[in-house]
């Protein structure tokens, strides 16, 4: 249904950021048309909102400004706790790049905006420092390279960076009139989140009620709301999903299917509620309403600018406004390659797989798109309503020059540098080889699906049956192959299971191995290989010896290799046919992915 494709088109960032294109567009179209008054009486509406003794006393403007927009600051701050969690900020080595990269970031556009208009109103400085995370991800994946995801991430790490400290620049800059009290009371909600993260509530309703009545409180205080939105944010613990917790809401399922009543319906539902950190079901929850009602509502409420009456000459002949374009385009690209370049010369960490100094070019250049963070600056630096005019057409022009210098830059790194992918690759290397690898099915076989796997992973493919289930469907037609991927920072057993996997090999019994080391995964100590491979029927002083041969290590850390050159970096991680999946890898998921390929060579003979 054409409704239908609308919609899920409007969920990629990619469509998201059409839609802010346009909103933007309507907003400025509707303050130059001959409804224009009706534009500003819109945004000036009063609204009064009384509680008791409080009372909130704002224009239509200032409500999606400081109400709204709170929702925005608090998803961002969900997902700085995820990559400071289980992300990209998890890891000293992949944080500090983007850290170091973000801050140039913020403090270079901040001093080229005062070098060109400090003279004229310094108290913008503010407007350049901040970058349009969604709006960002959203135009690379329009005119960035054709595979761009290991540049999101870094892109998205840098911009997390960027929004803190934009946030925080936002919250102590340009607040006045402090009041002590609803100060106190505000710190108190960022104390009750604290402890509520410590005690692990995992229901989502305790955590929104006391961002509430933090919101009000930081109003009440002349605190820019958007500071506790961020804060409450980073508060909401974010906690990698538990085998354990699925397999109980797996069991409730069940029950279900057994038993369809409200009761156990209600059990099921909270199961599987639990089993997922109450910061990604808040976060899952607001992201798309934020991207597609509040930050376009934002945009309507502030892009609109009359440039009726000689008003975009005015701002043209502004140094306000081109110490905004300088400051967001120039200070931008130069802020964050400085930062990147010289944080990989100092060794401080690395970059992504597969991103190349074009692409971080071509990347420094998207953040140069400020506009959600930089008209929410310019409503609170400027008292002068030419100032802010001139500052909001700046944004404006930097959004449009940042994107076309963004897209050259790619494309020059693709033509000239033959950067066209800033991703892992997705080609499976070596292709399987019968002598070598660990294979279940015949060479004849229609399909191959190969799985790197951790014998301490929780998700491996033995723990969920997905080997089970893919040749239980395709029978013949499926070979299932297993490669080793051991990750020994999260994981430090898995190694030396690997290598036992490969002892009892040797000895014919791999598969047997493979299925008790998945089936006693808490059991993973020296002794227990040496009881798993007893068990097994495995000679013990020929397993012993293999255990020390340098052969198998070398086999194991092959299979490593080959995983790094294939672009696996988790696992599970399966390549179908030869070409690595990305997405869901749950059984449905790829039996689909391999029908999928059995239509595709019939319909290129039909055509």
């Known amino acids: 249904m054409p409704g239908l494709a609308v919609r899920e088109r409007l969920r990629t960032e990619s469509g998201a950021a059409l839609l802010l294109v346009a909103v933007t567009l309507l907003a400025l179209l509707w303050a130059n048309s001959p409804l224009s008054g009706a534009y500003e009486h819109l945004r000036e509406l009063p609204i009064h909102v009384d509680i008791g003794d409080?009372?909130?006393?704002?224009?239509l403007q200032h409500w999606v400004n400081d109400g709204l927009m709170v929702l925005f600051f608090f998803v961002v701050g969900l997902e700085v706790r995820q990559?400071?969690?289980?992300?990209?900020?998890?890891?000293?080595?992949?944080?500090l790049v983007p850290l170091v990269a973000g801050t140039l970031g913020v403090v270079v556009p901040a001093l080229v905006f005062l070098a060109v208009a400090g003279h004229e109103n310094p108290a913008g400085w503010g407007v350049v420092v901040g970058t349009d995370t969604a709006f960002v991800l959203g135009v690379l994946a329009l005119v960035g390279p054709t595979m761009a995801s290991q540049l999101r991430v870094f892109l998205l790490t840098l911009s997390v960076v960027d929004d803190f400290l934009a946030v925080g620049i936002i919250g102590v800059v340009y607040s006045e009139d402090v009041r002590i009290a609803p100060l106190l009371v505000a710190a108190g909600c960022l104390g009750v989140l604290w402890l509520l993260g410590r005690m692990k509530a995992w229901r989502s309703a305790p955590y929104v009620l006391v961002v509430l009545v933090l919101w009000g409180a930081t109003v009440q205080a002349g605190v820019h709301p958007s500071i506790a939105g961020m804060l409450a944010g980073l508060l909401v613990p974010a906690l990698a999903t538990w085998r354990a917790d699925v397999l109980e809401a797996r069991s409730l399922f069940r029950d279900y299917w057994q038993s369809p009543n409200a009761s156990v319906a209600r059990n099921a539902s909270v199961g599987l509620a639990r089993s997922i950190s109450v910061n990604h079901r808040i976060h899952e929850m607001l992201r798309g309403p934020v991207s597609l009602v509040v930050v376009p509502l934002f945009?309507?409420?502030?892009?609109?600018?009359?440039l009726r009456g000689g008003a975009l000459g005015a701002a043209l002949g502004s140094v306000i406004t081109w110490g905004v374009v300088a400051g967001l385009v120039t200070g931008k690209v130069v802020g964050v390659s400085l930062g990147t370049w010289g944080a990989l010369r100092a060794r401080l960490g690395t970059l992504p797989d597969g991103v190349g100094p074009g692409s971080v070019m071509g990347g420094a250049a998207l953040t140069g798109i400020g506009f959600t963070v930089s008209l929410l600056v310019v409503n609170l630096a400027f008292d002068d309503p030419a100032d802010a005019q001139a500052a909001t057409v700046g944004v404006l022009i930097a959004m449009v020059v940042a994107t076309a210098l963004g897209w050259a830059i790619f494309t020059l790194a693709r033509v000239r540098y033959g950067e066209a992918s800033a991703d892992l690759p997705v080609t499976l290397t070596p292709a399987v080889d019968g002598e070598r690898d660990h294979v279940k099915g015949g060479e004849d076989a229609a399909h191959t699906v190969v799985e790197y796997l951790d014998f301490e992973c929780p998700f491996c493919a033995r723990a969920t049956g997905m080997g089970t289930e893919l040749r239980e469907y395709f029978g013949d037609r499926v070979r299932y192959v297993v490669r080793h991927l051991p990750l020994e920072d999260v994981h430090p057993h898995a190694y030396l299971a690997a290598v036992a996997a490969e002892a009892a090999g040797r000895q014919g019994r791999f598969w047997e191995m493979h299925d008790r080391l998945f089936s006693h995964q808490s059991r993973l100590e020296p002794d227990d290989l040496r009881e798993h491979a007893a068990a097994s029927g495995l000679d013990l002083e020929r397993f012993d010896a293999d255990?020390?041969?340098?052969a198998l290590h070398a086999r194991v850390h092959g299979d490593e290799d080959s995983a790094a050159a294939s672009g696996a970096r988790s696992t599970p991680t399966f390549f179908l046919d030869g070409v690595r999946h990305r997405g869901p890898h749950n059984a449905r998921t790829l039996i689909a992915a391999l029908e999928a390929h059995e239509i595709a060579p019939a319909a290129r003979r039909r055509s």
């Open 547 to 550: 255990m020390g041969d340098e």
């Open 83 to 95: 990559e400071l969690a289980i992300g990209s900020l998890r890891r000293r080595s992949q944080r």
């Open 54 to 59: 409080l009372r909130f006393d704002m224009d």
């Open 299 to 306: 945009a309507l409420a502030n892009a609109g600018i009359d």
